[in-house]
């Protein structure tokens, strides 16, 4: 293949152009695994009250550096810091009422009356304000421009 309008010495090789015809960079994962509590608070009070160094601290329990950093830092500043990851942090529903949710969903399937997604919304959404939950301020916003619409 040559460029036209090039000497004929630039002709592309395929060596160069072999990565570009390669598939697109697909997201790897690090490895990590989830550190259990009790060795996550062993690991901070060693770097704090031994003045252990935090590379080799962290290599010692075999947990991720920041990881430990940020722990450490929050142990810095209140020493009731738990020490396990919140990943519930925007949970609006118990595991028990999501459970209760879904198997009210599965059972209407199963009555050949299942719900739309929109009328899923709109039942997930009652349910929550029946409850006293607090809804997200986007699912309120998302209530109020579909009555607009309908209306």
């Given at each position: ?13 395929s060596?160069?152009?072999a990565?570009l015809?390669?598939?697109p960079?697909?997201w ?7 550190v259990?509590?009790?060795v996550l608070?062993r690991?901070?009070?060693?770097v ?6 935090m590379?080799s ?10 990881t ?5 830092q ?7 810091t738990?020490?396990?990851p919140?990943f ?11 459970n ?10 199963n ?5 739309t ?5 709109k ?10 939950k607090?809804n997200?301020q ?11 619409k309908?209306?």
């Open positions: 293949m040559e460029i036209e309008g090039a000497p004929s010495r630039f002709v592309p090789s060596k160069i152009y990565p015809l390669q598939m960079f697909k790897k994962s690090k490895g990590r695994h989830p259990s509590s009790p608070k690991a901070v009070l060693e704090i009250s031994d003045d252990g160094k590379r601290t962290a290599r010692k329990y075999d947990i991720d550096k920041m430990l950093s940020r722990y450490v929050k142990y810095k500043k209140d020493t009731r738990t020490f396990w919140k519930n942090t925007c949970q609006i529903f118990t595991n028990e009422e999501e209760l949710l879904a198997d009210y969903i599965i059972e209407t399937a009555f050949n009356y299942s719900l997604p929109q009328q899923t919304q039942f997930v959404f009652q349910f929550a304000t029946e409850n006293n607090k997200p986007n699912w309120i916003l998302d209530r109020n421009l579909a009555q607009l309908t209306s």
